[in-house]
């Protein structure tokens, strides 16, 4: 049996995943405070289960799940309610005119109900493919595949047909 990664090598953990957790926080929360603060739990997290992982290979995964896991335990709590505080209050829900600009995407995202946009980031942007975000997200590769369709074509609304065409050939896997 191999031997549990040490202290060192957690640090070394934290600062090689950390702007990748990073990332995908941000794009689970679209809100930069709260990614920060997001991926300063998820190594804590991490940290105080580090005895239980086995190899250094698997701790950024394990990293990861802790991220999703942690952002979806505060999407259930009461308080969450997805409202960022702004100076004025929006015209309407149309995107820019401007759909390749980045932040268009990730007002969209922000748009979407909180697991789907769990599974479009780790399908997506980290590429990861279904049987890993379904075990990431604790839930049925069927309700992967079902939350992608739902989160794609409420993308397609927001974005239009450019931005998120209809393939024939889906990602299965």
Same mark, same amino acid.
């Given at each position: 049996m191999?031997?549990?990664?040490?202290?060192? #090598? @957690?640090?070394?953990?934290?600062?090689?995943?950390?702007?990748?957790l990073y990332?995908? !926080?941000?794009?689970?929360?679209?809100? +930069?405070? #709260?990614? #920060?603060?997001?991926? %300063? /739990? =998820?190594?804590?997290?991490?940290?105080?289960?580090?005895?239980?992982? &086995?190899?250094?290979e698997?701790?950024?995964?394990?990293?990861r /799940?802790?991220?999703?896991? /942690?952002?979806a335990?505060? @999407? &259930?709590?009461r308080?969450?309610?997805n409202? $960022?505080?702004?100076a004025?209050?929006? #015209?309407?829900?149309?995107?820019?005119s401007?759909?390749?600009?980045r932040?268009?995407?990730?007002?969209?995202? =922000?748009e979407?109900?909180p &697991? %789907?946009r769990?599974?479009?980031?780790?399908? @997506?942007?980290?590429?990861?493919p279904?049987? %890993?975000?379904?075990?990431?997200?604790?839930?049925?590769?069927?309700t992967?595949?079902?939350?992608?369709?739902? !989160?794609?074509? $409420?993308?397609r609304?927001?974005l239009?047909?450019?931005?998120?065409? +209809?393939t024939?050939?889906? &990602?299965?896997?």
């Amino acid at each position: 049996m191999p031997r549990p990664p040490s202290d060192a #090598e @957690f640090g070394e953990l934290v600062h090689a995943t950390w702007p990748s957790l990073y990332r995908t !926080a941000y794009l689970l929360l679209g809100d +930069h405070a #709260e990614a #920060e603060d997001l991926v %300063q /739990t =998820a190594p804590a997290k991490t940290y105080a289960s580090w005895p239980k992982v &086995r190899t250094i290979e698997a701790a950024p995964a394990y990293a990861r /799940t802790v991220l999703v896991n /942690t952002a979806a335990s505060w @999407f &259930r709590k009461r308080g969450w309610r997805n409202e $960022r505080p702004t100076a004025e209050l929006p #015209e309407g829900v149309a995107p820019a005119s401007d759909l390749a600009d980045r932040p268009t995407v990730v007002a969209a995202l =922000a748009e979407l109900a909180p &697991r %789907q946009r769990a599974v479009v980031v780790l399908r @997506f942007y980290d590429d990861l493919p279904v049987a %890993q975000v379904a075990a990431a997200l604790g839930c049925s590769e069927g309700t992967v595949k079902s939350q992608t369709s739902d !989160a794609l074509a $409420r993308l397609r609304t927001l974005l239009g047909e450019a931005v998120v065409p +209809h393939t024939s050939g889906a &990602r299965h896997d």
